[in-house]
């Protein structure tokens, strides 16, 4: 059975420094990965998928990258500003559409 | 133009009874979730149908039975309601291809409370 873990469960960082999220899972056998982001009170925002064949995935100030063997992934974000201030949820793809998440980690930007 | 709509936000009900939450998607994808968040925030797939046919049904208790008219929409109609029943219910979307699904998309949640 799928587990993923997302490490830490909480995550406070002034305006302006760099950070990295972590993700594990315990079944290597997988199709994607991808990286939410949730607001409270609302629904789920994708961030980045990655392919089991795929290393990494850029978008804008975020890149994720996935060791599929060693079963983790990482979120970085660069120059983090209040506005990212979410739940960043970690599920991976398995049995072809079966998303598995993980608890997620909640982040606070200080301005 | 929203991609993923879920119909009723909020439903506060009594224990026993009935309830439907209908879920639409406009971005032509032939598979559908609905998924449960608890309490403590942790998301768990109910149900998945690809092409109006179901592919994952979790051990969920078949008080609770997705109905799927076509490919843009899959209701949940939860009979009997209980308290445990009171969550954030999220549908989502992706296409799926050659075994593969795509990046899915989540509705903004239904709040359920079960009084």
């Known amino acids: 059975k799928q587990e993923v873990t997302q490490i830490p469960a909480a995550l406070s960082v002034p305006e302006g420094e760099n950070l990295v999220l972590n993700c594990s899972f315990t079944d290597s056998a997988i199709y994607n990965l991808q990286w939410f982001r949730q607001d409270p009170g609302k629904g789920l925002t994708s961030l980045l998928l990655?392919?089991?064949?795929?290393r990494e995935q850029t978008s804008g100030r975020l890149n994720a990258s996935l060791d599929k063997s060693s079963g983790r992934s990482t979120l970085y974000i660069a120059a983090s500003q209040p506005g990212d201030s979410a739940t960043y949820l970690c599920?991976?793809?398995?049995?072809?559409?079966?998303?598995?998440f993980g608890e997620g980690t909640q982040l606070t930007v200080n301005p | 133009d929203t991609a993923v709509s879920q119909t009723p936000k909020y439903l506060v009900t009594q224990m026993g009874n009935d309830k439907s939450i209908k879920c639409e998607q406009n971005l032509g994808h032939d598979t559908m979730y609905w998924y449960k968040q608890d309490s403590k925030k942790f998301l768990k797939i109910m149900f998945s149908y690809n092409n109006k046919e179901l592919i994952i049904n979790e051990t969920v208790p078949n008080r609770f039975s997705p109905k799927s008219p076509d490919k843009a929409h899959l209701n949940l109609h939860i009979n009997s309601l209980e308290l445990g029943d009171s969550a954030v219910y999220f549908c989502a979307s992706s296409q799926y291809a050659s075994g593969l699904a795509g990046t899915q998309y989540f509705g903004p949640g239904t709040r359920l409370t079960v009084l």
């Open positions: 599920a991976v793809s398995t049995s072809g559409s079966r998303l598995t």
């Open positions: 990655i392919q089991s064949s795929q």
